[in-house]
């Protein structure tokens, strides 16, 4: 993965961060947001895009 297209994810109640890549073209305006395992509340949970 090239370093200037890493995305941070993270969960606000847990503090959790997950880094994915994103395709600067095609999203430019847009903030991620994925459904991931979070491993603290054992469950599915949203996680938004924030800054590096």
Partial sequence: ???QNL???TNKET???YWS???K???AGIK????KYSKKLRK???F?????
């Fill in 44 to 46: 599915v949970v949203t």
């Fill in 25 to 27: 073209k095609k999203l």
């Fill in 32 to 35: 991620l947001e994925f459904k």
């Fill in 21 to 23: 890549s994103k395709n």
């Fill in 48 to 52: 938004k895009e924030t800054k590096k």
């Fill in 1 to 3: 993965m090239a370093q």
């Fill in 15 to 17: 503090g959790e961060t």
């Fill in 7 to 9: 995305v941070k994810l």
